[in-house]
T-cell receptor
Framework: QQPVQSPQAVILREGEDAVINCSSS?????VHWYRQKHGEAPVFLMILLKGGEQKGHDKISASFNEKKQQSSLYLTASQLSYSGTYFCGTEVSGTYKYIFGTGTRLKVLA | DTEVTQTPKHLVMGMTNKKSLKCEQH?????MYWYKQKAKKPPELMFV???????INESVPSRFSPECPNSSLLNLHLHALQPEDSALYLC????????????FGPGTRLTVL
């Protein structure tokens, strides 16, 4: 079942913060976050495996709630380079099957 | 070498043509994926090869035929496609079976006339 992301789209000014949510009706085995710029391939950002886990690097961080049904991506002091479409993704435990979330289009304006 | 290459970059084909997409990696990754991505949509899984064997086929029409000739190469053979098959086709690789990142190639932009 495909994870649902919210919001579908967001527009920010440089320096503003954003939160992107990824929700599932069932517990997720893991959650991955990717960013895809227009006309390019998705690029891996980070993976969370454990309920309650938080992870981050630079000004982008993510959390995975205790029930492993929701993950949030936090973009702090956004830069123009953050523009793109963000996808969460998950795998079906024990298989190679992979499902991307519905996606969130983020645009940062100068 | 952490690169996944895909050729061609763009492909235009008629509905009666036969063509192939190629994906290559030299990272020693043992899982290789084909995805289809329509505009403003997430990538949609088509096939997965694990250790050169087809392990997942997401009910893809037979006009798409995958092939994994060796651990570095993945092909997608196309025949009698429909205009609705026009999309970006992405190849991805993964080191192992669980919880690792996928490395994506740049994709092939396919247009079916």
């Amino acid at each position: 079942q495909q994870p649902v992301q919210s919001p579908q789209a967001v527009i920010l000014r440089e320096g503003e913060d954003a939160v992107i949510n990824c929700s599932s009706s069932k517990a997720l085995y893991s959650v991955h976050w990717y960013r895809q710029k227009h006309g390019e391939a998705p690029v891996f950002l980070m993976i969370l495996l454990k309920g309650g886990e938080q992870k981050g690097h630079d000004k982008i961080s993510a959390s995975f709630n205790e029930k492993k049904q929701q993950s949030s991506l936090y973009l702090t002091a956004s830069q123009l380079s953050y523009s793109g479409t963000y996808f969460c993704g998950t795998e079906v435990s024990g298989t190679y099957k992979y499902i991307f979330g519905t996606g969130t289009r983020l645009k940062v304006l100068a | 070498d952490t690169e996944v290459t895909q050729t061609p970059k763009h492909l235009v084909m008629g509905m009666t043509n036969k063509k192939s997409l190629k994906c290559e990696q030299h990272m020693g990754h043992r899982a290789m994926y084909w995805y289809k991505q329509k505009a403003k949509k997430p990538p949609e899984l088509m096939f997965v090869y694990s250790y050169e064997k087809l392990s997942i086929n997401e009910s893809v029409p037979s006009r798409f035929s995958p092939e994994c000739p060796n651990s570095s190469l993945l092909n997608l053979h196309l025949h009698a496609l429909q205009p609705e098959d026009s999309a970006l086709y992405l190849c991805a690789t993964r080191r192992g079976p669980t919880s690792n990142e996928q490395f994506f190639g740049p994709g092939t932009r396919l247009t079916v006339l």
